[in-house]
């Protein structure tokens, strides 16, 4: 298992939080550190709608003024890649390939245990 993120996003702490107190071993890959490339965005969105993993709420967008491009989906994934805090978070890799996008303690109980 994977959680990308930011250390400092409270999410994300929760998310590490909830599988750490439930002895689940996973790997973390900050985006402050580790670029998020493009090739793994595309792959994600094979599994997870647009709409789930391009932050439109968060600061990073409204500074940039991504709403007044109007991006399509090609636009969305160039800025996703080029900026990591546009994607929501935490993104998190189990299983065989499969992808989960945000931080829900029910949904993970019953993903996860």
């Known amino acids: 298992m994977t959680i990308y993120g930011i250390k400092t996003c409270s999410t ?23 670029q998020v490339g493009e090739e793994k965005i595309r792959e994600w969105l094979k599994q997870i709608d647009m709409k789930v993993l391009f932050n439109t709420r968060g600061t990073k967008y409204r500074d940039l003024k991504l709403k007044e491009l109007n991006l399509d989906d090609e636009g969305k994934i160039k800025w996703m890649a080029q900026e ?26 019953k993903i996860f245990l």
């Open 12 to 34: 994300v702490g929760k998310a590490r939080k909830f599988m750490k107190e439930n002895g689940i071993e996973f790997d973390f890959v900050d985006y402050k550190v580790e």
């Open 84 to 109: 990591n805090y546009l994607l929501k978070r935490p993104v998190i890799e189990y299983g065989e390939g499969q992808v989960h996008v945000a931080y829900d303690e029910e949904v993970y109980r």
